[in-house]
Structure formats: structure tokens, C-alpha cells
């Protein structure tokens, strides 16, 4: 199972970027899916995360400014970020729970990150 992320960049206070994690292989279904984001020296911190369903939840410090959804047809999760910060910078990891085969047993799998800037 491999998952692609994209969407990171450099943004300027208040502005937005929405980024993509999109989960390939031998993926049968597909649980939760979702964001962290770790800064360096710091503790990795879940962002949102979306249930097979499409419930959302969120970290205190993201509700209100970020939206997560998916695409189950596309084993795909998106977050939407606006009202971005400088506290926002960090390398933004995607997380996807799922059931592959042929070991028919449930996983859970990581992009590589991408990295979100927030600077003036």
C-alpha cells in the first residue's frame, strides 16, 4: 500500500492551501484516514481524521480553520486549511487504516509528508 501526498507549500499568514493523500495497492477497504503534522523537536500531533462514514474530528488548534474529507470511490482524503498561521509549519503526514490483500489483515499505512510553510 503506498500513499501520495500532496498540496504543501509556502503560504503567507491567512492564507489557504488544501492538501491531497490519495492510498494505491492492494487496499480491499479502506477505515479511517487522516492528517498529522509534527514540527522538528516537537510531538507529533493528529490534525483530523475522517471515518469510512466521512465523520470528521479535528485537534482543538485546527477546528474552525481546516476541513477534512474524502473520497472513498478514490481511497483519497483531503484537508482543506484556511486561516493558516505560522504555528501551522510543519511536515504534514497522511495516515490511511486499511484492509489489504492477499494477507487479508487490517494496517495501517503512511505518506511520506508533505511540508507546509506558513510565513510572511
Known amino acids: 500500500v503506498q500513499l501520495q501526498a500532496s498540496g504543501g507549500g509556502l503560504v503567507q499568514p491567512g492564507g489557504s492551501l488544501r492538501l491531497s493523500c490519495a492510498a494505491s495497492?492492494?487496499?480491499?477497504?479502506?477505515?479511517?484516514m487522516g492528517w498529522y503534522r509534527q514540527e522538528p523537536g516537537k510531538q507529533r500531533e493528529l490534525v483530523a481524521q475522517?471515518?469510512?462514514?466521512?465523520?470528521?474530528s479535528y485537534a482543538d488548534s485546527v477546528k474552525g480553520r481546516f476541513t477534512a474529507s474524502r473520497d472513498n470511490a478514490k481511497n483519497t482524503v483531503y484537508l482543506e486549511m484556511n486561516s493558516l498561521k505560522p504555528d501551522d509549519t510543519a511536515l504534514y503526514h497522511c495516515?490511511?487504516?486499511?484492509?489489504?490483500?492477499?494477507?487479508?489483515?487490517?494496517?495501517?499505512?503512511w505518506g511520506k509528508g508533505t511540508q507546509v510553510t506558513v510565513s510572511s
Open positions: 475522517v471515518t469510512s462514514g466521512g465523520s470528521p
Open positions: 495516515f490511511a487504516h486499511v484492509f489489504t490483500e492477499p494477507t487479508m489483515s487490517w494496517g495501517t499505512y
Open positions: 495497492g492492494s487496499i480491499v477497504r479502506t477505515n479511517v
